[in-house]
């Protein structure tokens, strides 16, 4: 998914890239959600999209907010921009090793604004792709993993060596003064 042009307005504007067949089918779409923010999606093993999230809430697979899907990372920042929250990397989506039906968001705001861009708060939430008919719902929703002064966004994922599990890697701002 992506933009093509500069759609600043609701519906927004973007482009699809489908490389399933192979060779890249590129088709242009009009979505209910920002894409050029902290977005985060995850499709199945067959290539269809699940759900997709700006930071601010969850979207299904059709585009219409996920079943408890609003609401996410609580602060007067994330209320600022309900399109989306604008620093990059605020966000990430992995399955949940225990269970082949259920993805944790790993996801946080910044939370002194607007002086710094500092986060205090990692949350994660929990989503059961089964429920609501197929389409999700948000099962546990920003639950506190880390308490800290952590710089905002900058969330990343790497597949542990065993194959199963993950690590989730955020980092600590260091501000240093002299």
Not at 31 to 60: K, P, Q, W
Request: charge should be negative; include cysteine; hydrophobic fraction near 35%.
């Amino acid at each position: 998914m992506g933009y093509g042009g500069s759609q600043a307005t609701i519906p927004f504007g973007g482009i699809d890239m489908n490389f399933i067949s192979g060779s890249p089918v590129i088709s242009s779409f009009t979505r209910e959600m920002e894409f050029r923010r902290a977005v985060s999606n995850i499709c199945d093993s067959n290539g269809n999209l699940l759900f997709v999230t700006n930071g601010v809430y969850i979207a299904d697979a059709t585009g219409d907010t996920m079943q408890n899907g609003s609401g996410l990372n609580p602060s007067v920042y994330t209320s600022w921009y309900p399109d989306g929250l604008p620093p990059h990397q605020m966000n990430i989506i992995v399955p949940n090793p225990g269970n082949t039906n259920s993805y944790y968001l790993f996801h946080c705001t910044v939370d002194d604004p607007p002086g710094n861009l500092l986060t205090r708060y990692l949350y994660y939430s929990e989503i059961d792709i089964t429920a609501n008919g197929g389409l999700g719902a948000i099962t546990t929703k920003n639950q506190i993993l880390l308490n800290d002064t952590l710089n905002a966004g900058k969330l990343t994922a790497c597949k542990h060596a065993n194959g199963r599990d993950w690590w989730i890697i955020c980092h600590k701002d260091l501000q240093i003064f002299i």
